[in-house]
């Protein structure tokens, strides 16, 4: 007798981050002065729709290199959203001051979103350039939103890695501002979706 | 006594391409199913601003590989434009019924530019992984419209590849198409640019 088990329920994952447009998302030693010189080009105070995606969202699941990054924001930049660290290393150390916001997590991360669905997440926020390429070669990631800075840097770190195969993903929505940044929604369009087709792109 | 020597004029080079959403022209091999698959959803018919670019430019400059991809094209899509293949084999053949349209290059990019601008060409429409690569490596890539295909593929031939230093662009215009194709044009911001501001983008 050949039983169907239901897939884990497991929230949206969701992407949501800065490129270049060549696709780098940050320098090789991780540097973002370029970002940096370009959001100068803005208005004050544009956050490119971050607090509104941070408003939709219930946990934050990013890997041990942008944390390292994170830590000395000053304020904390996710007070109110439980933060999960995923690394290999055997301890990481978190600061006194931020053990009740972070938590620190050696599984997988289909286990990880396995459990923070038991636990009630409906929405994640997946940030980490390695940690998202391994979450998209793994066919987790269900939203990509992605801001494209009019600026070519040559080398750095890639927003894309290697995948297992070709994916197709929906454009569900377009931005751009006066400063040039271009910011682009897609939710992956899986196998399964072309059964119900999905409402065309705005 | 120090001569301000003029910089050599040279036509506008203008890239359109289509690239996969990772930043892909091509499979490793060449391969374009991603693409047609893609285009497949949409209208029949729409060239996504083809023929309009087409109508502007005033030669064509691609590199060997891409030559060889579009020599069985029947018809010949560069009708009426005369094209400039770029390549360091001694000879390369090119079929009699193609000798009218197509000329073989065996200068720089600069040099053949300059050689272009010389007999009034205004703009020119530059082809191919390689070429474009290297022409942006050398910063003389005026305008990119790229139309981005909402499919990852993971690997292939990349359109980006290493800059000599940053180099910053303006958004000049955003497009987006119900089968989810979203085309950018940015135009080259050179520091002389500075003195004089461009407007903003639209």
Redesign the interface.
């Known amino acids: 007798m050949i039983s169907t088990m239901p897939l884990p329920p497991r929230p949206e994952v969701a992407v949501f981050i800065a490129a270049s447009?060549?696709?780098f998302i940050a320098r090789a030693d991780g540097g973002l002065d370029?970002l940096l010189k370009?959001q100068a080009a803005a208005p004050t105070g544009e956050d490119f729709g971050y607090a509104e995606f941070m408003g939709g969202v219930d946990a934050l699941v990013m890997g041990r290199k942008t944390f390292d990054s994170v830590l000395g924001f000053d304020p904390w930049p996710y007070a109110g959203t439980p933060v999960h660290v995923m690394t290999r290393q055997p301890r990481l150390a978190v600061p006194a001051a931020r053990q009740a916001d972070v938590r620190v997590c050696r599984q997988t991360p289909a286990e990880l979103l396995a459990a923070l669905a038991a636990d009630g997440a409906r929405r994640v926020y997946l940030d980490g350039g390695e940690l998202i390429q391994a979450c998209?070669r793994d066919d987790l990631v269900d939203r990509?939103t992605i801001t494209?800075v009019?600026?070519?840097?040559?080398?750095g770190r890639r927003?894309?890695?290697?995948?297992?195969?070709?994916?197709?993903?929906?454009?569900q929505s377009?931005r751009?501002?006066?400063?040039?940044?271009?910011q682009?929604c897609?939710v992956r369009?899986r196998p399964a979706d072309e059964i119900h087709p999905l409402p065309?792109?705005p």
Chains 1, 2 share one sequence.
């Open positions: 447009l060549d696709g370029w370009a998209l990509l494209t009019p600026v070519l840097i040559g080398q927003l894309w890695g290697p995948l297992l195969g070709d994916q197709a993903w929906r454009l377009v751009h501002w006066d400063c040039g940044f271009v682009t897609h369009r065309s792109a």
